[in-house]
C-alpha cells in the first residue's frame, strides 16, 4: 500500500510538472540532450509576464541558470527536477540582479546548493541589500561539470549593466536570458537599468565570439525562433536611431 501511494505521488508530481497547459505555474520542455528549458510566471503591473529559464542534467547534478521568477515554484521546480531525472540540483546562475533572475539565491543557497553570479550582479545586490551569491564568476569563465562544459561569458552593458550569457559550445545552444528578446518581441521591454547604446556593441561581441548558435533562449516569449539574437540587434538599432533622430 505505501510503495502503491509512492507510485501516485510521483506521477502526480510528473503531471503538476510537465504539463504543459497555459495556466501550469511551472511549464518545462525538453530543448536537446540533457537541456531543458523551464517558464514562470509573475504578475508585473497588472500583467501575467512569463519568463524563461534553463537547466542542464549532468552526470554530476543538475545546473539551473536563473531561478523562476515566481517565488512559489523555487521548490516545486527542485521537486519536478528530481521526480523526472532523479537528480538533485548542485548549481544556480543568476544571469543578471534583476528579480527574475537573482530572485532565488537565498532559497537555493539554503538549500546547500551552489550559487554564482557575475561581480557585477554581486555588487549591485549588495549595495541593494538582497541576497547574494556565494561564488563570484570572473567574466569569461569555463565550467566543467560532468560530462558537459560551458563558457560564462560578460559581453558588455545592455538589458542590464550586469548581464551575463552562457554558451555551450558544442550543444551550440546560447542562454541569454533578459540580454536577448525573444524574436516575437515588438520592443525592448524593461529599460530602467539599460544602456541600449553599449547593447549593441555587446551584442556584436556575443555573434562574433559565438558562432551558428542551434539554439537561442531569451528571457522572455517565444524561444524557438533562432532569429532572436537578430531580432534583438535590430529593436537595439531602431531604437537607437529613433533617439538620435529626435535629438536633432
Same mark, same amino acid.
Given at each position: =500500500?505505501?510503495?502503491?501511494?509512492?507510485?501516485?505521488?510521483?506521477?502526480? *508530481?510528473?503531471?503538476?510538472?510537465?504539463?504543459?497547459?497555459?495556466?501550469?505555474?511551472?511549464? *518545462?520542455?525538453?530543448?536537446?540532450?540533457?537541456?531543458?528549458?523551464?517558464?514562470?510566471?509573475?504578475?508585473?503591473?497588472?500583467?501575467?509576464?512569463?519568463?524563461?529559464? =534553463?537547466?542542464?542534467?549532468? +552526470?554530476?547534478?543538475? $545546473?539551473?541558470?536563473?531561478?523562476?521568477?515566481?517565488?512559489?515554484?523555487?521548490?516545486?521546480?527542485? +521537486?519536478? *527536477?528530481?521526480?523526472?531525472?532523479?537528480?538533485?540540483?548542485? =548549481?544556480?546562475?543568476?544571469?543578471?540582479?534583476?528579480?527574475?533572475?537573482?530572485?532565488?539565491?537565498?532559497? #537555493?543557497?539554503?538549500?546547500?546548493?551552489?550559487?554564482?553570479?557575475?561581480?557585477?550582479?554581486?555588487?549591485?545586490?549588495?549595495?541593494?541589500?538582497?541576497?547574494?551569491?556565494?561564488?563570484?564568476?570572473?567574466? +569569461?569563465?569555463?565550467?566543467? $561539470?560532468?560530462?558537459?562544459?560551458?563558457?560564462?561569458? #560578460?559581453?558588455?552593458?545592455?538589458?542590464?549593466?550586469?548581464?551575463?550569457?552562457?554558451?555551450?559550445?558544442?550543444?551550440?545552444?546560447?542562454?541569454?536570458?533578459?540580454?536577448?528578446?525573444?524574436?516575437?518581441?515588438?520592443?525592448?521591454?524593461?529599460?530602467?537599468?539599460?544602456?541600449?547604446?553599449?547593447?549593441?556593441?555587446?551584442?556584436?561581441?556575443?555573434?562574433?565570439?559565438?558562432?551558428?548558435?542551434?539554439? *537561442?533562449?531569451?528571457?522572455?516569449?517565444?524561444?524557438?525562433?533562432?532569429?532572436?539574437?537578430?531580432?534583438?540587434?535590430?529593436?537595439?538599432?531602431? #531604437?537607437?536611431?529613433?533617439?538620435?533622430?529626435?535629438?536633432?
Amino acid at each position: =500500500m505505501r510503495k502503491l501511494a509512492s507510485i501516485l505521488f510521483f506521477l502526480t *508530481i510528473l503531471s503538476n510538472s510537465f504539463g504543459q497547459a497555459k495556466n501550469t505555474p511551472l511549464q *518545462i520542455s525538453h530543448l536537446t540532450g540533457d537541456f531543458y528549458v523551464y517558464r514562470t510566471f509573475h504578475d508585473y503591473q497588472g500583467t501575467l509576464i512569463n519568463a524563461n529559464a =534553463m537547466y542542464l542534467v549532468t +552526470d554530476e547534478g543538475v $545546473v539551473l541558470f536563473d531561478a523562476p521568477w515566481d517565488k512559489t515554484q523555487f521548490q516545486p521546480l527542485l +521537486d519536478s *527536477i528530481k521526480a523526472k531525472h532523479n537528480k538533485d540540483v548542485i =548549481m544556480c546562475f543568476a544571469t543578471h540582479s534583476h528579480d527574475d533572475r537573482a530572485g532565488g539565491l537565498a532559497f #537555493y543557497k539554503q538549500k546547500g546548493i551552489k550559487t554564482y553570479s557575475g561581480k557585477l550582479t554581486d555588487t549591485i545586490l549588495k549595495k541593494n541589500k538582497e541576497p547574494r551569491a556565494q561564488y563570484i564568476v570572473p567574466n +569569461d569563465t569555463i565550467f566543467k $561539470v560532468g560530462q558537459h562544459t560551458f563558457e560564462v561569458y #560578460y559581453p558588455g552593458k545592455g538589458h542590464a549593466p550586469d548581464n551575463i550569457i552562457v554558451w555551450f559550445d558544442k550543444e551550440k545552444v546560447l542562454y541569454g536570458a533578459c540580454f536577448i528578446k525573444s524574436a516575437s518581441a515588438k520592443d525592448l521591454g524593461y529599460l530602467a537599468d539599460s544602456d541600449v547604446k553599449e547593447w549593441e556593441k555587446s551584442i556584436k561581441k556575443v555573434q562574433t565570439k559565438f558562432k551558428n548558435p542551434t539554439y *537561442i533562449i531569451p528571457g522572455h516569449e517565444d524561444w524557438n525562433d533562432i532569429e532572436s539574437l537578430n531580432h534583438t540587434l535590430k529593436l537595439v538599432q531602431e #531604437y537607437n536611431k529613433a533617439k538620435a533622430t529626435n535629438k536633432k
